[in-house]
């Protein structure tokens, strides 16, 4: 997975930074959203149509919340893969899951990358992806792995942060950004590591440029919903 920042760059720098936010990232996902992240994360598990005996995927899954709620989603009977480049969020994904005692599907934590998917074609049932693709390099072609490893007919849920288009709500993000979310990285000594978020939302393509980019990267349906009055979207895309 790579990182849009305004220098392109490597692989370890990927690594790297997500391996030290790993330790305060579920801290920070819960005060930054209010505890709504959740919310917004079981709308994309509706979105991707993930059930009972499916086989599922979450790319870039972080500490685990998506492939969490996939497990349950999908059951005893299922299998759930989730992806991540950095190996400390996954060893933390790996804990919770330890931790969560309600029966749910085996998940499979995988080191990788997000642009070159280690599964086979056609191989997923349903697929989720929460603050991923804005970080990607080449979101054409993290879509495009979407696409190939996506049985016909299956979809993939993408949520991530959102432009809102009206004077209000698009200052309210960036009151958002200017005096929550950067305050509170300094707080916890991470303000280089979140500095990133403003610029890779200003570059990331609006609802309608990323069904665009949906449907040259193959997939006959796409739609983009804007949630939490247009702050966040899900990008939900399927194939025939």
Request: charged share 15%.
């Amino acid at each position: 997975m790579g990182l849009a920042q305004p220098s392109s760059p490597t692989a370890s720098d990927i690594q790297g930074l997500f391996d030290r936010i790993a330790p305060v990232y579920d801290r920070l996902n819960e005060r930054l959203s209010f505890g709504l992240h959740r919310v917004w994360k079981r709308m994309a598990v509706r979105w991707s149509g993930a059930a009972p005996g499916h086989t599922a995927l979450d790319v870039c899954c972080g500490s685990g919340d998506l492939a969490l709620m996939l497990s349950q989603a999908v059951g005893a009977t299922g299998t759930v893969y989730g992806l991540d480049f950095s190996a400390e969020l996954l060893a933390v994904a790996a804990t919770r899951e330890a931790k969560t005692a309600l029966p749910q599907a085996p998940i499979h934590w995988l080191q990788g990358d997000a642009l070159a998917l280690p599964l086979a074609t056609a191989s997923i049932d349903a697929a989720t992806m929460g603050y991923g693709l804005r970080n990607l390099t080449d979101i054409p072609q993290g879509l495009a792995e979407l696409r190939r490893v996506l049985k016909p007919q299956a979809s993939a849920a993408i949520l991530d942060f959102h432009r809102p288009r009206g004077g209000l709500a698009e200052q309210f993000q960036r009151w958002y950004l200017d005096t929550l979310v950067v305050p509170t990285a300094q707080q916890m000594g991470l303000t280089d590591e979140y500095a990133y978020i403003g610029p890779s939302l200003d570059r990331f393509p609006l609802g309608p440029e990323q069904v665009m980019l949906a449907h040259q990267a193959g997939f006959d349906r796409a739609v983009h919903y804007p949630i939490a009055g247009g702050l966040m979207g899900v990008l939900v895309v399927s194939y025939r």
